[in-house]
Each structure stands twice: as structure tokens, then as C-alpha cells.
């Protein structure tokens, strides 16, 4: 009987520490993102990664709708085809990241640095860009229907055949905007 009962209390005790050390093996999206800045598809809704560290990572069609990435460093990531719509980037700074086709509806980027970014067809309808910094960005195709853009810097950046319909445009300086849709100074 009392080896029985060792058997079964070794049994499970080898059970459970192999399921605590399966769990170890296998971190969260986020874990996994923080560690090796790898994350493409992720499925990132509603997440909090304010003031993270994400230069350079790989976040090709990650799904961040409403995930709050506020002064998060975003610089050099690729974002292609990522979903950001109704997420808070305020004050994140995105220079040179890869935005491009990825949809940004809504999103909140008040103050936000696109500096030498690439929103080529990127979906920025109703997107709030105060006093955003877009200073040599790639906008070619984006649509920024709606899009309010008071105050931002636009120095260098192109706006070939975009969407402003209904953008407001009131305070910004420079930009690029031949054959820009729905624009007129």
C-alpha cells in the first residue's frame, strides 16, 4: 500500500513539474514579443505596450485594434498590413517604421513621430494626428479621409494621390500634395 501511494504521489509530482515546465516552454504573445521582437500575425487586441521597446520588430499583419502603444518605440518596425485601428500610438515614435497597407481608422497618434515612415496605402481614416510629425513620410495612395491633421509636420512628405477628403489640414506646414484627392489650399 505505501508503495502504491509513493508511486502515485511520484507520478503526479513528475506530471505536474512537466506541465509547470510545458508552460515555461511556451510564453504569451506578448513574452514572446518583448524577448525576440518577433511577432507577425500576432494577435495583439486591446493590449497594453505603452512605453515599450518594439524598434525594429517584425509585426507584418499583427492585429493591435484598440491596443494602447503610447510612447512606445516603434522606430524601424515593420508593420506592414497590421492592424491598428482604434489603438492609442499618442507620442509613439514610428520613424522610419513600415506602415505600409496597414489600417490606422480611428486610431489616436496625437503627437506621434512618422519621421522618413512609409504609409504607402496605408487606411488612415478618421485618424487623429495632432501636431504629428510625418516630416518625410511616404503617404502615396494613403487614405486620410477625415483624418485630422491640425498642427502636423508635413515638411517632405508626399501625399501623391492621396485621400483628403475631409481632412483638416489647418496649422500644417509643408507637404507634398500633387494629385492629391479632395485637397485644395
Known amino acids: 500500500m505505501k508503495l502504491t501511494t509513493l508511486g502515485i504521489t511520484a507520478l503526479l509530482t513528475a506530471t505536474l ?3 509547470t515546465a510545458a508552460i515555461a516552454e511556451n510564453p504569451t504573445p506578448v513574452q514572446q514579443l518583448l524577448e525576440t521582437r518577433e511577432g507577425p500575425g500576432f494577435n495583439l487586441t486591446n493590449t497594453d505596450l505603452s512605453g515599450r521597446d518594439l524598434a525594429n520588430a517584425d509585426l507584418r499583419g499583427a492585429n493591435f485594434s484598440g491596443a494602447n502603444l503610447s510612447g512606445a518605440n516603434l522606430s524601424g518596425a515593420n508593420l506592414q498590413g497590421a492592424n491598428l485601428s482604434g489603438a492609442t500610438l499618442s507620442g509613439a515614435d514610428l520613424s522610419g517604421a513600415d506602415l505600409s497597407v496597414a489600417n490606422l481608422v480611428d486610431a489616436k497618434v496625437n503627437e506621434a513621430i512618422f519621421k522618413d515612415a512609409n504609409l504607402t496605402a496605408a487606411n488612415l481614416g478618421g485618424a487623429q494626428l495632432v501636431n504629428a510629425n510625418l516630416r518625410d513620410a511616404n503617404l502615396f495612395r494613403a487614405n486620410l479621409n477625415a483624418a485630422n ?3 502636423a509636420n508635413l ?9 483628403l477628403f475631409g481632412a483638416n489640414l489647418l496649422g500644417v506646414r509643408g507637404g507634398n500634395f500633387t494629385n492629391a484627392i479632395g485637397y485644395s489650399r
Do not use: E, H, M
Request: proline share 0%; no cysteine; aromatic share 6%.
Open 155 to 163: 515638411l517632405g512628405a508626399n501625399f501623391n494621390a492621396a485621400n
Open 17 to 19: 513539474g512537466l506541465s
Open 149 to 151: 491633421l491640425r498642427g
